[in-house]
């Protein structure tokens, strides 16, 4: 006896493409808002029936796109058909705002769209676009065309994890944030700070403060974070800042501030945090990178 299967879900009239890297529920909101449909309707057709389809099959129907494109651009489909050792996104991949301007090129629609991105991608090089740390929605994406130093800081960025590794980039990118937030929190004005922050925040408006607008600010000081991520990736000055031997190590702070002139001499407490954490900071990388063997026997028991 032939069995009844009421047809639940059909191709809907507007057939929106994914975008490259696009998570599943972002992909699924975009279609309802090109078709005009609410979305709890779009993923529950019927209130009596359910539909028997994956998350992949229902997709296809109401996209119009194949298995094969649907699996190779939206990451969180990549897990069926693969092992269950294989993760669908890599570690280094955060949840963000694709670049606006991206998303109508590669789809022809302004809809937002949110992607699985490496923390290393904060700079669209296509768009000019700031779409990294600190952008909660689509027009925070800050245009860095009138700074060109921070669109150059993204290009150092992928030098140096090519140069390292992503492994060790990774581990200094984490590493320096403290040192960077506690730099920034003590008024640690690094040349081209000041100039930075005023270019960005002219570009958004006269009346934007700069201190409360934290996607800008990150965005300002980006170039100097890079370089105090390429000085901490270096093995060699790693060990000079840690070195028992004070010529060696005076040379190591020395060439800190070679790095990062100051405008105003740091004094007091400030001085002493500044030398204690950049030794502390360089002692957290190298036991990351090279744990004691007690550690790691105790890790793999």
Request: glycine share 4%; net charge positive; proline share 8%.
């Amino acid at each position: 006896m032939n069995m009844f299967h009421p047809a639940l879900i059909r191709p809907l009239p507007i057939p929106l493409p994914p975008f490259p890297g696009e998570c599943e529920s972002s992909y699924w909101t975009r279609l309802a808002q090109a078709n005009h449909v609410p979305l709890a309707r779009l993923r529950a057709p019927s209130r009596w029936l359910e539909s028997r389809l994956t998350s992949v099959d229902a997709l296809c129907i109401l996209s119009s796109q194949s298995r094969q494109h649907l699996s190779r651009t939206i990451s969180d489909l990549y897990t069926e058909g693969l092992p269950p050792a294989a993760p669908a996104v890599p570690d280094d991949h955060v949840l963000r705002w694709a670049c606006r301007r991206c998303v109508v090129a590669r789809t022809g629609w302004n809809l937002p769209a949110q992607v699985w991105a490496s923390i290393h991608d904060n700079v669209c090089l296509r768009h000019n676009l700031w779409i990294g740390k600190d952008v909660f929605a689509p027009d925070q994406q800050l245009d860095l065309t009138r700074t060109p130093d921070v669109i150059r800081a993204q290009r150092r960025h992928w030098r140096l994890r090519r140069c390292f590794g992503p492994t060790v980039t990774g581990i200094c990118l984490d590493a320096t944030g403290k040192l960077w937030s506690g730099l920034a929190h003590r008024h640690y004005r690094l040349n081209r700070r000041v100039e930075l922050l005023h270019d960005l925040v002219r570009v958004k408006g006269p009346t934007v403060e700069p201190d409360k607008t934290a996607p800008w600010r990150i965005a300002a000081g980006y170039p100097e974070h890079i370089t105090l991520i390429s000085l901490f990736a270096s093995v060699h000055w790693r060990q000079s800042i840690l070195s028992e031997d004070l010529l060696a190590a005076t040379h190591a702070l020395a060439e800190f501030h070679r790095r990062f002139p100051l405008q105003t001499p740091l004094r007091g407490t400030s001085r002493t945090w500044l030398s204690t954490t950049i030794e502390a900071t360089a002692r957290q990388i190298e036991d990351l990178l090279n744990p004691p063997r007690g550690a790691t026997a105790s890790t793999a028991r």
